[in-house]
């Protein structure tokens, strides 16, 4: 990584894209899956067995984890921009991916 | 890669043109207190005087002597040796972002283009014959944009944001942080036109907050604390407009 | 004026989604113990009303706002400009529109 871009708030910025990007290349699987349902039940039903499978639910973590960050961290941009300016932006980072981790473990163990 | 001895110390300078360049290498001997000017100022006058590098003041006042050092932005005057060297070896580059006249000097035209494009400069509608505006310095316009006023076009932050990087339109968060400093002096009188300048494809909006700016000034200025004023002034001043076209 | 306009679509759908994320966020921690089933899933969407104007609305609004992230991408790092960029702009947002519409009727309408 380029030295200048070592620093907190630039990592915040790249996975507020990071997970956006995933996100969107996600969203028409999911779309696609769901859509599933217009064949039947049963269709939509052999695709979800396959989530049964460790991997899937680390996978759908995954996802979950993505989509709770781009959540805080959009939180945190939509403030930074509304609202009076505050100092505080490193600890607002750091506080939207502990949240992150914390709705996507959540996820985990009712997933096992 | 260094060969240097206790005394002596590795610096990788960056020569060429626009045409392009590569690093050379040089032994400069370490000092107490030194700075990364001393060394720069050491190589041009003992060992290769052809070497084009800028300085002024050289006392942290006037922002001339900026340049990448280990990849970073920062004013050479103001930064000591010891402090930034890696394994006894220094890098140093010309201002990222903006394009070379010759080693360490680069053409600031297109910054100071910017600048004016983002209205930054200040417009008044009062005469000699008027009173001296009567401003309270604890306004809340005032504070904010005395807190953005000290910038001395260094070019530091130009130099770290990488949406200029991405987008060679983009204003940059010096011009911007003027705009913004400006937009909130109560006697300037073209505030309309300064919005529009801002507001425009090349504008505030393009800022992803990334506080590179904000992390290298050398005067502790925040540009994207001043872009995310300009933000909601264009917004609230944006919807304003469309409300009252559609209710005309 | 093309920016501030994104700007303003991008932040208003953000808006828009953050209680829909919060309630999208709970139902999956909530459906997700016990394994997803195709029939407990539709059990309760099938013919609603409510499920099916909240995820239309969480559609339109992600298909905005998905568009306009991808682009700022498909701009800053890829560089595309002009025409290209637009109409690649253009297809993200049909096409998450379409898919996503579809997927919501896939799972509100009655067969």
């Known amino acids: 990584m380029k030295a200048h871009r070592n620093q907190p708030l630039y990592l915040a910025f790249l996975l507020h894209r990071l997970s956006g990007l995933g996100l969107a290349l996600f969203l028409p699987f999911h779309f696609y899956v769901l859509g599933l349902a217009l064949e039947g039940g049963d269709v939509l039903n052999r695709f979800l067995h396959w989530s049964e499978l460790p991997l899937v639910k680390f996978a759908e973590f995954g996802l979950v984890f993505l989509l709770a960050v781009h959540f805080f961290g959009g939180l945190r941009l939509l403030a930074l921009e509304n609202m009076p300016w505050s100092n505080r932006q490193k600890n607002y980072a750091a506080v939207a991916v502990a949240a992150a981790f914390f709705v996507a473990g959540g996820f985990l163990l009712r997933a096992f | ?248 | 004026m093309l920016e501030i306009r994104l700007y303003l679509a991008q932040r208003i759908s953000a808006a828009i989604m953050a209680p829909l994320v919060l309630m999208h966020l709970g139902l999956m921690i909530y459906a997700i113990q016990g394994g997803l089933d195709a029939s407990e899933i539709l059990g309760r969407t099938r013919g609603s009303l409510f499920w099916g104007v909240t995820y239309g609305l969480f559609v339109i609004a992600v298909s905005v706002h998905a568009a306009i992230g991808l682009r700022n991408i498909l701009r800053e790092w890829l560089q595309l400009r002009g025409l290209m960029l637009a109409s690649l702009g253009w297809l993200c947002f049909g096409g998450l529109l379409f898919a996503g519409l579809r997927a919501v009727a896939a799972v509100v309408g009655t067969p």
């Open chain 2, 1 to 248: 890669m260094p060969t240097s001895d206790s005394s002596t110390i590795t610096v990788s300078v960056w020569r060429g043109s626009a045409a392009g360049g590569k690093l050379q290498d040089f032994e400069v001997p370490q000092q107490p207190s030194q700075t990364i000017l001393d060394v720069v100022t050491w190589i041009q006058r003992k060992l290769d005087t052809s070497l084009s590098y800028r300085f002024a003041c050289r006392v942290g006042m006037c922002g001339s002597c900026a340049m990448m050092v280990n990849g970073i932005p920062r004013w050479t005057c103001r930064t000591h040796v010891n402090k930034v060297m890696q394994n006894r070896h220094i890098t140093l580059e010309p201002l990222r972002n903006l394009p070379v006249i010759k080693d360490l000097a680069c053409d600031m035209s297109e910054f100071f283009e910017k600048w004016k494009r983002a209205q930054g400069h200040f417009t008044g509608s009062a005469s000699r014959n008027e009173k001296v505006a009567d401003i309270s310095p604890q306004s809340n316009k005032r504070q904010a944009a005395n807190a953005a006023i000290e910038c001395i076009n260094c070019g530091v932050c130009y130099a770290s944001c990488d949406v200029v990087a991405w987008n060679r339109d983009y204003l940059g968060p010096a011009a911007l942080n003027r705009a913004w400093s400006l937009q909130n002096d109560v006697r300037d009188s073209a505030q309309q036109k300064r919005l529009q300048a801002v507001a425009g494809d090349a504008g505030c909006h393009l800022c992803h907050s990334q506080q590179g700016c904000a992390t290298y000034c050398p005067n502790e200025l925040n540009p994207t604390a001043s872009i995310a004023g300009l933000k909601r002034m264009t917004a609230s001043d944006f919807l304003r407009r469309k409300y009252r076209q559609r209710h005309a």
